[in-house]
């Protein structure tokens, strides 16, 4: 009788934890880390720089201005990262690809694409450098690439055919897909690209959108935005930046979308935690330029 009790006593404490345990997490809150990937939209002031991180792979778009690359060398090795499966420069203007030598010569990369555009400048020479030093060729970023990462699908979208001399369109738009979630990079995309890519009748939605061209009314255009359907916008630009980015009409066209909008310049480093299913979105502050 008394053990019974005793036994009792300890199935009722069993029902009770089980009962008590929080076991509805908040959205997105203790995912299964194995299947957790971060994006980074990193403070590089005006430019763009944008990492990708799954368990094992890590995939940098772009590394800011001439003069940032050693900020990102410091997010990296904060993240822990000591080595990136890919390296994909969107295009060849200098807010692009300004720091990639600084980073391919502080860190071993798998992989480099870029468009198949030639460019004259130092900083265009100095990456080139980098990536013969590293051993790697450049394979060609163009739409229909899939780059070979665990756990998600990252596949270039654009360019579908060749840019004009304006660099921008030639700019590589990166999409990745995370199980429910999903993200569309557009480099500094025109909407001529926009168009390209509205008219290939490919799936384009996407729950962030990092904002193309810093948030310049050359991109974003209405048709594209209500393609996409994104709940959120991720716009780089550097504080009080001389270009005005990001552009009223932009932001005035994200608001009549009812997109949130989340702004380097405001925000500093902003990182992306998908678990497949929802995502969570916080400022990090230990992730500034020095
Ligand atoms: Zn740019």
Known sequence: MKWGSVA??????????????????????RPDTASVINVYGFDVGQGDSTLIQTKNDTV???????????DIVRYLKT?????????????????????LDTILDALPVDQVYAPRVNHTTETY???????????????????????????????????????????????????????????????????RTEQDLLESG???RADVLKIGHHGADTSSSIPFLQAVHPSRALISAGKGNAYGHPRPTVMNALAAESITVDRT??????????????????????????
Not at 23 to 29: I, K, N, R, S
Not at 79 to 99: E, M, N, Q, S, W
Not at 144 to 167: F, N, Q, Y
Not at 270 to 277: F, L
Request: proline share 5%; charged share 20%; glycine share 10%.
């Open 265 to 290: 310049d405001r925000m500093g480093t902003i990182q992306y935690m998908s678990n497949g299913q929802t995502i969570q979105v916080k400022s990090r502050t230990d992730l500034r330029p020095e």
């Open 79 to 99: 993240l822990g990262i000591t080595r990136l499966t890919a390296v994909i420069a969107t295009h060849p203007d200098a807010d692009h690809i300004g720091g």
């Open 202 to 204: 490919m799936d384009l």
């Open 8 to 29: 009792l006593l300890a199935l009722c404490l069993i029902v009770v934890f089980y009962m008590t345990r929080d076991d509805e997490p908040l959205p997105g809150d």
């Open 125 to 191: 020479r100095d990456f080139l450098l980098a990536v013969k030093k590293q051993g790697v060729t450049i394979k060609t970023a163009k739409s229909g690439v899939v780059i070979p990462i665990e756990a998600v699908r990252l596949k270039l979208l654009a360019p579908l055919r060749d840019g004009t001399s304006d660099l921008n369109s030639w700019s590589a738009v990166v999409q990745l897909i995370h199980q429910d979630n999903s993200f569309l990079f557009m480099g500094d995309a025109p909407i």
């Open 60 to 70: 940098l778009i772009d590394g800011g201005n001439n003069g940032k690359g050693d």
